[in-house]
C-alpha cells in the first residue's frame, strides 16, 4: 500500500503507472509505504526498504520521481511516476464504468491556462502553458502539439515546450500576400507537405446590412469575415477561400444577426475545418450550416498581378482553359466576391468576369473553391442536402443550431456536434452523405442526460470502433459513450467552459515522449522561462 500527502490522483493501484500530486519546492511530498514480507520500495532513488516506512521528496512543480516496486515473484520491478501539478491546476473528477476504445483524451477549456492530455485514470500525463489564454489546442500528425491563442498566436509545440510560432496574416510587412487581420483560434490543420490551413479573422467595412437582414440594420456596416488560408511553415499564402466572397450574408440566421465581435458583426462564425477526399468541410456556428467546398487550386506564389481592369497576370503560368467559368479569389482581395474566370488568354493571363477594385503585385490568385454541397441552414438552391430520417427534423426542427466540429470519416460519413443553442439539447450527430442525389441521411446520434443546454463550443468524434467522444460544449463534461449511448468515460472540470476534447486512438498514446516532454519542459534550464510565462498569462472574457 503505497499513499501520500498532499494525496496522489487517482489513489494508488498496482495497475496505474501514473499518478500526480499538487506537491511544489514549498510543499514536499510524503510518501508513506507499506509492504508486504520479501517487497522492496524505492522511493526517488533512496535505498529500497521493505515493511511500513515513510520518505520525503521535493520537486517543483511539473516535475517528477518514481517509486520503484519489487516483488519477489516478479521481474521486472514496476515503476510508477509522480508528477507535481500546478496549484491552479483546474479540478475535476473522473469516473471509468466501462472499456474505452481512446487511449487518452486532449483537453482545453475556453480561455484555458493549461491544455492537457487525459489518460483514461484522468490523469494529466502532459499539459503545455501557451503564452496567453486558449480554447484550442490538440496533436498533430507529426506526434507535435498546436495551440492558437485568444490574442491570435499559433504555435506548433514539441512536447518538451519549444515553440514554432506559425506566421499571422497581417503579421509581417515583408510579405504583402499576407491579408491583414489576425489568426482565428478555432481550428489548424498541418497538412503531410509542412503546410498549415488556417483562418484569418479581417473585417469588411460598407456592408449594407438593411438589404442582406432588413430594417433596423444599418446600410453601412462592418462585418468579421473569415478568411481560410493554406500557409508555407514561413507565412507565404498558397491559396486562399474568403467566405463572403462564397456565401451571401443574407444565409445569416436570424438569431445570430445581433452577434457583434470587437465593434463588427460576427455574421459567419467560422469554427472548423476538415480535409476531405474533395476538398474542405467547413462549419460556421451563425449560419447553422456546414459546407463542404472543392479544393482551391493556387494560380501563382506571391507574384501575380491584379490590374484595374479585368485581366490579370500570373507570372508562374498555372492558367489552363480548363479554368474558365471557375470561381476566382485573390490573397490581397482586389477580386469582388462572384468573379469567375471569363476567358483564357494564355497560360501567364485571363480575363475576370468583372473588373478588380485595385491594382496590385505579389498577389496570389485562387482558383476554385466552389460549394459542393450544404447542410443545415437556409435553403439554397443547387448546394443545400435534403435531409432524410433525422428525427430533429422530422419533429419539424432545424437539422443544426450553433453547431461545432463537422468532421468526415474513413467511410464518406460527416459527424457534427448540433449544439440545439436555444432550441434542444446539444447532440453528436452522423450522415450518410449522397452528393449526386443531394441528400443526407441521418445515421445516428447520442447524447447525454448530464448535458441539457449548448450556448457554444463542443466536438464529436467517432472512433472506429465505433464509440463516440464528445466534450459537451459550454460545460464541464467530457465523456465516451458507446453507440447505444452507454457512458463508459466521464470526465467533469470543477469549472470553466469546454471547447473541445479530442480522443487520442488506441496505439497512439507514447507515454514514455510525455513523461520526456514534460522533464525536458521543467527541467531546471526552463524553470524560468516556465515561471514568467505563468506570470504573464492574464484571462480573458472572450466568448467562443
Known amino acids: 500500500m503505497i499513499s501520500t500527502s498532499p494525496a496522489l490522483f487517482p489513489a494508488f493501484s498496482p495497475w496505474v503507472t501514473d499518478y500526480v500530486s499538487r506537491c511544489s ?10 509492504e508486504p514480507q520479501g517487497t522492496t520500495a524505492s522511493v526517488d532513488g533512496q535505498p529500497a526498504q521493505s515493511g511500513s516506512f515513510t520518505a520525503q521528496v521535493t520537486r517543483d512543480v511539473g516535475q517528477s520521481f518514481t517509486i520503484v516496486v519489487q516483488e519477489p515473484s516478479l521481474q521486472p520491478a514496476s515503476t510508477y511516476y509522480v508528477r507535481c501539478l ?14 474505452t476504445q481512446a487511449d487518452g483524451y486532449v483537453v482545453a477549456m475556453a480561455d484555458a491556462k493549461y ?113 481560410i488560408e493554406e500557409l508555407t511553415p514561413a507565412g507565404h499564402v498558397v491559396w486562399s477561400w474568403d467566405a463572403m466572397d462564397h456565401i451571401p450574408i443574407s444565409e445569416t440566421d436570424p ?27 467547413l462549419s460556421f456556428r451563425h449560419l447553422d450550416a456546414i459546407y463542404s467546398i472543392e479544393a482551391p487550386t493556387r494560380g501563382t506564389s506571391a507574384d501575380g498581378q491584379t490590374n484595374s481592369n479585368t485581366t490579370i497576370t500570373a507570372a508562374d503560368g498555372a ?18 466576391a462572384g468573379t469567375t474566370i471569363a476567358a483564357y488568354v494564355s497560360n501567364t493571363q485571363v480575363t475576370l468576369s468583372q473588373a478588380a477594385t485595385g491594382t496590385d503585385t505579389d498577389d496570389v490568385f485562387t482558383i476554385g473553391g466552389n460549394i459542393l454541397w450544404k447542410l443545415g441552414g437556409s435553403p439554397h438552391p443547387g448546394e443545400s442536402l435534403t435531409v432524410q430520417n433525422d428525427p430533429v427534423v422530422d419533429a419539424g426542427g432545424a437539422v443544426f443550431s450553433g453547431q461545432h466540429d463537422a468532421r468526415q470519416l474513413a467511410d464518406g460519413t460527416v459527424t457534427v456536434h448540433d449544439d440545439g443553442t436555444n432550441t434542444r439539447s446539444p447532440r453528436a450527430v452522423r450522415y450518410t452523405i449522397d452528393p449526386t442525389n443531394m441528400t443526407a441521411t441521418w445515421f445516428g446520434q ?14 464529436a468524434r467517432k472512433l472506429s470502433g465505433g464509440d ?34 479530442i480522443p487520442v486512438p488506441a496505439g497512439q498514446l507514447d507515454r514514455a515522449a510525455l513523461r ?25 472574457t472572450k466568448v467562443p
Open 115 to 227: 491544455p492537457a492530455i487525459f489518460d483514461t485514470n484522468g490523469v494529466p500525463l502532459w499539459w503545455g502553458i501557451p503564452p496567453g489564454p486558449t480554447a484550442f489546442a490538440q496533436f498533430l500528425p507529426d506526434g507535435t502539439f498546436a495551440w492558437i491563442t485568444a490574442a491570435g498566436e499559433a504555435d506548433e509545440v514539441g512536447l518538451d515546450g519549444t515553440i514554432h510560432t506559425i506566421r499571422q496574416a497581417g503579421s509581417s510587412s515583408d510579405d504583402p500576400t499576407l491579408r491583414p487581420g489576425i489568426t482565428d483560434w478555432h481550428d489548424l490543420l498541418k497538412l503531410s507537405n509542412g503546410d498549415y490551413v488556417l483562418a484569418v479573422d479581417t473585417t469588411r467595412t460598407g456592408v449594407d446590412l438593411e438589404a442582406a437582414w432588413g430594417p433596423g440594420y444599418p446600410q453601412s456596416a462592418s462585418v468579421l469575415d473569415q478568411v
Open 255 to 281: 438569431q445570430w444577426r445581433n452577434q457583434v465581435s470587437n465593434g463588427s458583426y460576427d455574421a459567419y462564425h467560422w469554427n472548423s475545418i476538415e480535409p476531405t477526399a474533395t476538398g474542405y468541410l
Open 25 to 34: 519546492a514549498s510543499t514536499p511530498i510524503q510518501v508513506f509505504v507499506n
Open 86 to 99: 500546478p496549484a491552479d491546476f483546474p479540478t475535476w473528477t473522473v469516473q471509468h464504468p466501462g472499456p
Open 446 to 459: 447520442v447524447s447525454d442526460p448530464l448535458v441539457t443546454a449548448s450556448v457554444c463550443c463542443g466536438s
Open 319 to 336: 492558367f489552363t482553359a480548363a479554368d474558365v467559368g471557375s470561381a476566382i479569389t485573390d490573397s490581397l482581395g482586389d477580386i469582388p
Open 516 to 540: 520526456a516532454g514534460m522533464d525536458a519542459q521543467y527541467s531546471s534550464s526552463s524553470a524560468a522561462r516556465t515561471a514568467t510565462q505563468s506570470q504573464q498569462w492574464t484571462p480573458t
Open 468 to 501: 463516440w467522444v464528445m466534450g459537451w460544449g459550454a460545460s464541464q463534461t467530457v465523456t465516451e459513450m458507446t453507440p447505444g449511448g452507454i457512458r463508459v468515460f466521464l470526465l467533469q472540470f470543477g469549472s470553466g467552459i469546454l471547447y473541445r476534447a
